[in-house]
């Protein structure tokens, strides 16, 4: 791999058609006798459907056709197929019976169990007409009982969401080496507990969630159009769980998507009705939701409660980890709704040198809308329980939180280290990045900026976060194809599907390098089930761990066809040879020939040897070798109006490891989009339902509060290659690092900036009613 573009900060390709208009999303794709969607949702929590009426709405002008959950029901349709299977049945004992999760449907039929739970779909000519229509449909509901909340769902007596789900309980894991946790708590010399909130959160993306489905009748073929971060999986379910079909009849098209956070990241029941009903109606079906529709009916993320404690001996050396979680499902096991439960477990221990650990994970079933992966899937949520309890610890002790830190900090000369909940870190330089990151933010400095700041009337803090992520790659495959032009341009098919991480830029930049090409002569072809044969699809920072193998692997393939091709053509043996900055040449001579000449050779069949006529072009299945742990240290400066609890975030600094970059542009806009939804996470953004009826209050942009710009300061960003991933281009991965430091570091900073008025807890969101109202009861308590 030659240097000249890996590293190199190329400004986004795909920028230019986004920036004048020109980018093709769902909402912009018209397809031949297109009808428009409406959905019919519930509103209410919990109730049963005595009946769903839909006669009204199909005699309505412009109705195409209209549809409840019972005519779905009645042909048999499976429900929204679940991903990943619950973590206590990952790998059963044998003998062990399938699991069959609760019937998640396209249309809800009996009972509804939260609100914005469609249960009919109307399609007309036009949009107006469908929700006009929509307005006819007829549903009688008994209402029941509803429960939102965890710690209720789990109490006595609680509205059960599902029958056949005593208590609510999904499943009941627990992991780590109890014995082992318990002997360590046992001889501590002093142990810390904290109760921590992680608010439930709305991705809130960019482009509206929406569908585009497509039957033709002569071959039986399905299409879907979708922004989605996963179409060869989401096809793959769809063929084999749902309509049992062979995959290559069903087509899954994943245009331009503008944002997915992970909410893209599995199937919905709207798209499983879409492709029904148009199957059943002879016509394209178009559905975009309206925000407030997304808001009820997308998955939403986070919602967990954990209970931690810390275990120190008397020198302040960490001894021991525990944690029980409860994960609030939503009243459905969403696709990969299991992975963030169990994900966070093994960044429990974060950095540290801690010897045992044990966890305790409860999936419960409420009244709301199921949860899913969102940006980090688990690693936030694990990040933040141990880096708020190291700064639990050092108040306990009279200790200095950084301090504290680097007295149990991971060195780099005990890599690779194995840590008590699996996995083992491989490389990298901890300590390091951490007096990076208090250097780059001035900490010496910082007792001055807090008396600055307590002479203006304002109270300063500073949070720090270490973390590392465990970023699961090893084992998963992915493919790429790369064809070689005449023309001297190339076409480069990933199985990874960007919604706005500048694939085609990055992808592009690899081939370049390689192929000794132009950036702008690599096309990249992505998200087209039909042009791109089998892929991973993008997800848990691990586009270019595994993409990124398979594109190498394409294009060494390639070269090596090319020099066969080339060698037959030079009149030379395959083994003299040589390929660099786009040419081949027989060592030692003159004689060479433009990767373009070569090509155009092939396709013109002049001089190929047998076999090797043809485009020039290869293929490569990856799989990746390894697992990768990129880390990093973060440090917030808030400064806190006493009178209003506003806190206003005045410094920010990330320091990282990721390996090698390929586009330090793009790793820096990736840890700044992650940040300013890590810091919205602790400062603002919360879903919250009404505990008695099961509405969500915060179902807009005028309760939903996402942080903007006047809510962030200048990121301060440095990254440095301490080590390089275990994978073909070293890199370790960087697009959620941002909400894995940001929260703990934004709460620990307001925590540093209250201690002196005695508040010790807060939980996320901290609106400046949360802050103020923190306030107030310490000063009562003084008092």
Not at 428 to 449: K, N, S
Request: hydrophobic fraction near 45%.
């Amino acid at each position: 791999m030659t240097a000249a573009e890996i590293g190199r900060a190329v400004q986004r390709l795909e920028d230019e058609r986004f920036l004048t208009g020109r980018g093709r999303y769902v909402p912009d794709i018209e397809l031949p006798r297109q009808a428009r969607v409406a959905f019919v949702r519930s509103p209410h929590a919990h109730a049963r459907v005595l009946a769903c009426d839909v006669a009204k709405a199909r005699a309505a002008p412009g109705v195409v056709a209209a549809f409840a959950g019972a005519d779905i029901a009645a042909e048999g349709l499976p429900g929204v197929p679940v991903e990943v299977p619950p973590p206590t049945l990952r790998r059963p004992p044998p003998g062990t019976p399938a699991w069959a999760p609760p019937h998640y449907p396209a249309l809800a039929h009996e009972r509804v169990r939260y609100v914005g739970e469609a249960v009919a779909l109307i399609a007309a000519e036009t949009e107006a007409q469908a929700r006009d229509a929509a307005e006819l449909v007829e549903v009688a509901y008994q209402p029941l009982p509803a429960v939102t909340e965890v710690a209720e769902a789990t109490a006595p007596g609680a509205p059960r969401v599902w029958d056949e789900y005593p208590g609510n309980l999904c499943f009941d894991y627990r992991a780590g080496d109890a014995g082992a946790t318990e002997a360590a708590f046992a001889r501590a010399a002093k142990v810390v507990r904290l109760g921590l909130v992680n608010n439930r959160i709305v991705a809130s993306p960019l482009e509206p969630r929406g569908a585009i489905a497509a039957y033709d009748q002569a071959s039986e073929t399905f299409t879907l159009y979708t922004g989605t971060q996963k179409p060869h999986q989401l096809r793959d379910a769809l063929a084999g769980k749902v309509f049992k079909v062979p995959a290559e009849r069903i087509r899954l098209v994943s245009p331009d998507v503008g944002g997915g956070f992970g909410s893209r990241n599995g199937l919905y029941p709207e798209f499983l009705a879409l492709l029904w009903a148009a199957r059943r109606c002879g016509r394209a079906l178009h559905w975009i939701a309206e925000r407030t529709e997304g808001f009820l009916s997308d998955v939403h993320g986070r919602d967990n409660f954990t209970e931690a404690e810390l275990a120190l001996d008397e020198d302040g050396t960490f001894l021991a980890v525990r944690a029980s979680t409860l994960v609030n499902l939503g009243a459905y096991v969403a696709p990969r709704a299991m992975v963030p439960t169990t994900n966070g477990l093994q960044m429990l221990c974060g950095p540290y040198r801690i010897a045992a650990a044990a966890a305790e994970v409860r999936g419960v079933f409420t009244h709301t809308s199921p949860t899913h992966v969102y940006r980090g899937a688990g690693r936030p949520e694990g990040a933040y329980v141990i880096e708020r309890l190291v700064d639990a610890a050092a108040r306990a002790l009279g200790r200095d939180p950084a301090e504290l830190r680097r007295r149990n900090l991971i060195p780099a000369s005990a890599l690779p280290h194995t840590i008590p909940m699996g996995g083992t870190y491989d490389g990298g330089d901890f300590p390091h990045v951490f007096e990076a990151a208090l250097a780059r933010a001035d900490r010496p400095g910082f007792p001055a900026r807090r008396a600055a700041a307590e002479a203006r009337g304002r109270l300063r803090g500073m949070g720090l976060a270490v973390f590392v992520e465990h970023l699961h790659a090893k084992g998963h495959e992915d493919e790429a194809e790369i064809a070689i032009r005449a023309d001297g341009t190339a076409e480069l098919a990933v199985g990874s599907c960007s919604n706005g991480q500048g694939h085609e830029t990055v992808f592009a930049q690899i081939a370049a390098a390689r192929l000794g090409l132009p950036v702008a002569a690599v096309r990249v072809v992505q998200g087209d089930t039909a042009r791109v044969r089998k892929g991973h699809g993008t997800g848990a920072s691990r586009s270019l761990t595994l993409a990124g193998g398979a594109v190498v692997a394409a294009l060494d393939g390639v070269i090596e066809r090319g020099r066969g091709l080339a060698a037959a053509l030079l009149e030379a043996a395959p083994s003299d040879v040589e390929f660099a900055a786009g040419r081949y040449r027989v060592a030692g001579t003159d004689r060479a020939l433009a990767l373009a000449e070569v090509a155009g050779a092939a396709e013109a069949g002049e001089g190929a040897p047998d076999g090797m006529a043809g485009p020039l072009a290869f293929t490569a299945d990856h799989r990746a070798p390894a697992d990768t742990f990129p880390c990093g240290a973060h440090v917030c400066e808030v400064e806190v109006d006493p009178g209003t609890g506003t806190v206003a975030v005045v410094a920010y600094t990330a320091v990282h490891d990721f390996g090698r970059l390929v586009n330090p542009m793009i790793v820096e806009g990736q840890v700044h989009g992650a940040l300013a939804q890590g810091l919205g996470q602790a400062l603002l953004e919360r879903a919250r339902y009404d505990p008695e009826t099961g509405q969500l209050l915060s179902a807009s942009f005028v309760d939903y509060a996402l942080p903007r710009a006047d809510d962030l300061p200048a990121f301060a960003f440095a990254a440095g290659e301490h080590s390089r991933g275990a994978n073909a281009l070293g890199v370790k991965g960087c697009g959620e690092a941002g909400c894995s430091g940001a929260p703990p570091a934004l709460v620990n900073a307001v925590l540093d900036a209250l201690a002196p008025l005695g508040v010790t807890d807060l939980a996320m969101p901290l609106t400046p009613f949360a802050v103020f109202s923190a306030i107030a009861g310490a000063g009562r308590r003084r008092a």
